[in-house]
């Protein structure tokens, strides 16, 4: 394949970010809520350049379940294209405790967290049951994430050495 792209996705709350920020560290050109239209465009050219990482979640703007396994399936049968799905479990009761620390307000915008998440869970199962990788977060911190993220998808130990004088 010309074209390695590796897709972060799962329940808001469960790590995408920080996934996305730990590909980025591992030399991933990241990028985080791309419109899914705009997702196609991206292995169109020459490959060969650095592999990406996309952060898609429920917040991007046109996003919906069948069109993201549309585009999967796609990308997923182009010979061009080395897809990898990475889906960010995490347990609902942990989920809630995480917006509880941080007050935000959850992305579907329901009267409570909990709903919002169960809704999300719900909505993503295909994606989850599609997923190449399934990584459960309930009981990672931070770091934990960055270093599961960097089993797998280091692409080059020898390159990961620095010097700083």
């Known amino acids: 394949p010309d074209f390695r792209l590796v897709m972060v996705t799962g329940p ?21 809520n791309l419109p899914l239209r705009l997702v196609p465009r991206l292995t169109e050219g020459a490959g060969g350049g650095r592999p990406v990482a996309l952060g ?3 917040r991007n703007r046109d996003f919906n379940v069948a069109a993201l396994m549309e585009l999967i399936d796609n990308l997923g049968g182009n010979p061009r294209v080395a897809l990898e799905v990475v889906y960010l479990d995490c347990a609902p009761a942990e989920l809630i405790r995480r917006y509880s620390q941080t007050r935000r307000r959850h992305p579907l915008d329901f009267a409570t967290p909990g709903e919002g998440i169960e809704r999300e869970i719900d909505l993503l199962a295909p994606v989850r049951a599609r ?15 960055t270093a599961e993220i960097g089993r797998w998808f280091t692409l080059n130990r020898a390159a990961r050495l620095a010097v700083s004088v």
């Open 131 to 145: 997923a190449d990788h399934l990584i459960d977060t309930s009981d990672f911190t931070p770091h934990d994430l």
């Open 56 to 58: 898609l979640d429920v």
């Open 12 to 32: 808001s709350g469960a790590g995408r970010s920080t996934a996305v920020h730990a590909l980025e560290d591992l030399g991933y050109e990241a990028i985080d």
